[in-house]
Each structure stands twice: as structure tokens, then as C-alpha cells.
């Protein structure tokens, strides 16, 4: 049996969705570690102003994938994704019913959550 075009669509859209997160996190990282190792070893050679452009790209890339929790939304994307493609297989099988699988759907979309922040990386949090 079909599963409903939504559930379809939604779960189309967490793969979607978990590739483009990837494909942030993947040039950010290269960035970060490339521009770290760069001014670790060439700094005297870049001189100032380059060193100093080049630890920004670090510093952002690093702060950007920290800030927004990227591997963590990423995690949960693809924990959605699984746990719900193996729900709308059991229910194209006739192994569910389509209320266990709108259980399971809103299980996966409380696994999806969004994207959350960590304001204490840029701004620490007040001790007391």
C-alpha cells in the first residue's frame, strides 16, 4: 500500500534537507582546517594582513558549524530520515497500519527538531 503523498514528501524533503547540511558542513570544515594549518605553518611568510584573513575564515567557518550545531542537526536529520523510512517500508508491506505510521512520522519529525544555537560560543554565559 502507498503511504500518503505528504509523509512522502516530508521525507523526501529530511534527505534533502540532510544533503544540503552536509554540503555546509563539508566546505566550512575544509576551510577551517585548511586555514588553520596555513597559518600555522606559513604565518611568517603570509605576513599580517594575510594571516589575519586567513584566521578569520578559520575562526568564522569553526564559529558558523559551532554556533548553528551543524553535525548535531545534521545527526538528527538523517536519525528522522532512517527511523521513518523504515516505517513507510513496513507500511507499503501491509505490516502497519496508517496510524502506526503517523506515530512514527510524528516521532521522526520530533527526532528532526531545528536548528538550534548556541549563543554561549560567541557571547559566554554570566557567572554569577
Same mark, same amino acid.
Given at each position: *500500500?502507498?503511504?500518503? &503523498?505528504?509523509f512522502?514528501k516530508?521525507? &523526501?524533503d529530511?534527505? @534533502?534537507?540532510?544533503?544540503?547540511?552536509?554540503?555546509i558542513?563539508i566546505?566550512?570544515?575544509l576551510?577551517?582546517?585548511t586555514?588553520?594549518v596555513?597559518?600555522?605553518a606559513?604565518?611568517a611568510? *603570509?605576513?599580517?594582513?594575510?594571516?589575519?584573513?586567513?584566521?578569520?575564515?578559520?575562526?568564522?567557518s569553526?564559529?558558523?558549524?559551532?554556533?548553528?550545531q551543524?553535525?548535531k542537526?545534521l545527526n538528527?536529520?538523517?536519525?528522522g530520515w532512517?527511523h521513518?523510512?523504515?516505517? @513507510?517500508?513496513?507500511?507499503?508491506?501491509d505490516k502497519?497500519d496508517?496510524e502506526?505510521l503517523?506515530?512514527?512520522?510524528?516521532?521522526?519529525?520530533e *527526532?528532526?527538531?531545528?536548528?538550534?544555537i548556541?549563543p554561549?560560543?560567541?557571547v559566554?554565559?554570566?557567572?554569577?
Amino acid at each position: *500500500m502507498k503511504a500518503p &503523498d505528504r509523509f512522502i514528501k516530508s521525507h &523526501d524533503d529530511w534527505k @534533502l534537507n540532510a544533503i544540503r547540511v552536509q554540503w555546509i558542513i563539508i566546505p566550512l570544515g575544509l576551510c577551517a582546517v585548511t586555514s588553520s594549518v596555513l597559518v600555522a605553518a606559513f604565518t611568517a611568510e *603570509m605576513g599580517i594582513f594575510w594571516t589575519k584573513v586567513v584566521s578569520t575564515a578559520s575562526a568564522l567557518s569553526v564559529g558558523y558549524i559551532a554556533y548553528f550545531q551543524l553535525p548535531k542537526k545534521l545527526n538528527d536529520l538523517w536519525r528522522g530520515w532512517r527511523h521513518f523510512n523504515g516505517y @513507510l517500508a513496513l507500511y507499503e508491506a501491509d505490516k502497519i497500519d496508517l496510524e502506526r505510521l503517523t506515530a512514527e512520522y510524528a516521532k521522526a519529525e520530533e *527526532m528532526l527538531g531545528v536548528i538550534e544555537i548556541k549563543p554561549d560560543i560567541v557571547v559566554p554565559p554570566k557567572t554569577k
